[in-house]
């Protein structure tokens, strides 16, 4: 009875955690490519910084997209060779937006639950309204892989997510690890 229990409570929280998640991914790809032939894959070094923001655009971000590109592509059998003889070249972008999130409550009821505390003349109901003003920020992460000769793009993953202000080293790369596996888990798409 006692693992039962246990079993219902690691499903619990499981299920719990997985909705507290805000993060949505979404690809797209070219249907007619036959991905069946990619097995090497080197990056694309376009010259380009990933994003215009500071906080995407250092060294630190920069190594841990790559890392956990890299390591997610390898758990699927790809390897990293040289430019010259890869099957497909991977690219990446990354930006931060600043967005907006309105709350309005109306106040109908009096704390006494015998109507409103306040009438409106004209409509006879309250006229009482909270509206709360948050800003937060959202995290764009883009994964592209491109043909290696042309350089076009044959499947791209995008993921975005809500993110905080912590500057510690150890939840951005998991946070990083996360949305990279979350985006690459359709990479290469199913026939």
């Given at each position: 009875m006692k693992r039962l229990?246990?079993?219902?409570?690691?499903?619990?929280?499981?299920?719990?955690c997985?909705?507290?998640?805000?993060?949505s991914v979404s690809t797209d790809y070219n249907p007619a490519y036959d991905?069946?032939?990619?097995?090497?894959?080197?990056w694309l070094d376009s010259g380009k910084a990933p994003g215009s923001d500071a906080r995407i655009n250092n060294d630190l971000v920069k190594d841990r997209v790559q890392a956990a590109v890299e390591r997610t592509l390898a758990a699927r059998g790809y390897v990293k060779t040289s430019p010259a003889s890869a099957?497909?070249?991977?690219?990446?972008l990354g930006a931060i937006d600043k967005k907006l999130e309105m709350e309005s409550i109306d106040h109908f009821y009096s704390p006494y639950?015998?109507?409103t505390l306040i009438r409106d003349p004209?409509?006879?109901a309250s006229a009482r309204r909270t509206v709360t003003t948050r800003e937060y920020e959202v995290g764009t992460l883009v994964i592209d892989i491109l043909d290696p000769v042309e350089h076009k793009l044959i499947w791209r993953g995008t993921g975005k997510d809500r993110i905080g202000g912590t500057g510690d080293p150890e939840k951005?790369?998991?946070?990083?690890n996360e949305a990279v596996t979350a985006i690459m888990e359709s990479f290469p798409p199913a026939k």
């Open positions: 229990s246990l079993y219902g409570l690691v499903g619990a929280l499981l299920i719990f997985g909705a507290c998640s805000t993060l991905f069946t032939k990619l097995k090497t894959y080197a099957d497909f070249r991977v690219s990446w639950g015998y109507g004209y409509w006879g951005i790369t998991t946070g990083i």
